[in-house]
Nanobody
Framework: VQLQASGGGLVQPGGSLKLSCAASGFTLDDYAIAWFRQAPGKEREAILC????????YYEDSVKGRFTGSRDNAKNTMYLQLNSLKPEDTAVYYC??????????????WGEGTQVTVSS
């Protein structure tokens, strides 16, 4: 089982990015998948989880209305759309599976992370 996160980069405040999390070794649409982020010097925090029925559980209030999770089952890939980015969104972003929990310790599988830097 592998998760591969990609799509990070440097973006100006107010900009957008779309992160991808490609799964191999299991079928993504059979599981809930979560996104986390970790800023320098801070603990890894849960952002949101996309359930099997594609309902979204938000764990971080500051991203509501700005970040959206989705999946493409044909590509076995989950996405995290980041809009209206702020400097405080700067972090390494991770995807995790399976299931939905705010706690990083709940998850068995992690993508390697992709850096998002929001700066002018």
């Amino acid at each position: 089982v592998q998760l591969q996160a990609s799509g990070g980069g440097l973006v100006q405040p107010g900009g957008s990015l779309k992160l991808s999390c490609a799964a191999s070794g299991f079928t993504l649409d059979d599981y809930a998948i979560a996104w986390f982020r970790q800023a320098p010097g801070k603990e890894r925090e849960a952002i949101l989880c996309l359930s099997i029925s594609d309902g979204t559980i938000y764990y971080e209030d500051s991203v509501k209305g700005r970040f959206t999770g989705s999946r493409d089952n044909a590509k076995n890939t989950m996405y995290l759309q980041l809009n209206s980015l702020k400097p405080e969104d700067t972090a390494v972003y991770y995807c995790a599976a399976p299931g939905c929990s705010y706690s990083p310790r709940f998850y068995n599988y992690w993508g390697e992370g992709t850096q998002v830097t929001v700066s002018s």
